[in-house]
């Protein structure tokens, strides 16, 4: 037996764990010979594809020339030139970078850079504002602003306290905005937390872009500083580079990981408005950002983001980004016609739908292994949210992969159709 403990693994139920051995494009190879296709971009990470040839190359180069060097008081061409490029590609006014290694440390340094602002300016604002369901990293902060459940039941009494707002389904956005704005009114909020268009942990539950230009509003309106969580939702997921963009709205701070290195490396980088930075620029030492990893804008990782900023500016991306979506919104009205899949949703690149479960729903829904296990005999990598099937596949897959994934989620809805 293998001494590795996986993530979100039960062990004790004994379900095998494929050996990978390499992935190219939209498939990753098993040790065992087989290919799978990769509908879920290998936990939301790989955009372009799998082993880019220009990432693998610039990380290879870097590699050899500078592999690591501390952060804190030097810099680096690497960094330097992603920040720069970053600038020049994010909306105004965001201006200032800030590396980390993940989307929950990217989560985290957001959260310390409100409280932060408020402290250094000296006006007692500590609460965090979110979004039910929401979705922010599995670190003891990150998890206090997601949504509570079985998966951080052991932990909850550690979690700090938040407000939360009703998630904006359909017919419920007024709730949801009248919630925010009472929140702000009444207690003192130092930002509000949430994930742009797409909860995507939570479910790929989808709300309407004049939702999210409306909430933004109401903190802009009552001082609270907005912070967008994009790092599911950034680099080009949703139809455009950033979600924020559909809705014409510009956070506070502004938070990136998974596709910022095209899913090769760890990285994350936390975008922030000039009066955040100015709120912590003095001659105070007390006043710096007090936060630091030790691979804080890893030079090999910033070269495989400046690679993946380059194909973006040489290559079609967002034609295939686009060509992408409508194919996946064919696929979904054809699996929507399926008597057991239900709330078919999209947004850009992903298509999601629930099963349904007459035993009801949920995280540990019984539905889930049993898609699981009908997953397995197919060639394809999907991992449902509980009785929820999601595809967000890389940019570069073909129509014949998209054929079989759709038939492999047909033949599993079937499968659980006949076998009730
Ligand atoms: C994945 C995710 C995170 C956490 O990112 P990690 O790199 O896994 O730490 C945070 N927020 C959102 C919206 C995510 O989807």
Redesign the pocket.
């Known amino acids: 037996m293998s001494p590795i403990w996986h993530p979100f693994t039960q062990h004790g139920l004994q379900e095998p764990i494929p050996l990978v051995a390499r992935a190219e494009g939209a498939a990753i190879h098993l040790a065992d010979g087989r290919r799978l296709i990769d509908a879920i971009s290998s936990?939301?990470?790989t955009t372009h594809g799998h082993s880019h040839p220009r990432i693998a190359k610039a990380i290879a180069e870097q590699a050899t020339k500078l592999d690591q060097v501390i952060f804190a008081g030097w810099t680096h061409e690497p960094a330097e030139n992603l920040a720069r490029d970053l600038i020049a590609l994010m909306p105004e006014p965001l201006a200032h970078v800030f590396f980390s290694?993940?989307?929950?440390?990217?989560?985290e340094v957001a959260l310390k850079m409100a409280l932060g602002f408020w402290h250094n300016r000296g006006e007692a604002r500590h609460r965090i504002l979110v979004m039910e369901h929401?979705?922010?990293?599995?670190?003891i902060g990150?998890m206090s602003v997601?949504a509570r459940g079985v998966f951080n039941r052991a932990y909850e009494k550690l979690l700090f306290d938040v407000g939360t707002v009703p998630f904006p389904a359909a017919g419920t956005e007024q709730a949801t905005l009248d919630a925010l704005d009472q929140a702000c009114r009444t207690q003192d909020i130092a930002a509000f937390i949430v994930?742009p268009l797409v909860?995507?942990?939570g479910g790929m539950l989808i709300y309407r872009p004049e939702t999210l230009r409306a909430m933004r509003d109401i903190c802009a309106h009552h001082g609270v500083l907005f912070i967008a969580?994009?790092?599911?939702?950034g680099w080009g997921r949703t139809g455009t580079l950033l979600a924020c963009e559909q809705a014409g709205v510009v956070p506070d701070i502004l938070?990136l990981?998974?596709g910022i290195t095209g899913g090769s490396l760890?990285l994350?980088v936390t975008l922030a408005t000039p009066a955040i930075f100015e709120a912590h620029w003095s001659t105070d030492p007390a006043k710096q950002f007090f936060h630091s990893s030790s691979y804080t804008a890893n030079p090999i990782a910033c070269a495989a983001a400046n690679a993946n900023l380059a194909i973006w500016r040489d290559e079609p991306v967002q034609q295939r980004i686009d060509t992408l979506a409508a194919r996946q919104a064919a696929m979904l009205a054809e699996l929507a016609a399926l008597p057991n899949l239900a709330n078919p949703r999209q947004a850009g690149t992903i298509i999601a739908l629930d099963v349904v479960d007459p035993a009801g729903t949920g995280y540990l829904s019984t539905i889930a292994p049993r898609l699981r296990e009908s997953f397995r005999g197919a060639p394809v990598l999907l991992r449902p949210l509980g009785n929820t099937v999601y595809v967000m596949p890389p940019y570069c897959i073909d129509t014949a992969d998209l054929a079989v994934l759709g038939q492999a989620i047909a033949d599993a809805a079937e499968s659980i159709r006949e076998n009730p």
């Open positions: 936990w939301w990470v290694d993940s989307g929950s440390t990217a989560v929401s979705y922010h990293g599995d670190t990150t997601g994930e909860l995507g942990a969580d994009e790092v599911m939702t938070c990981a998974k760890p994350a």
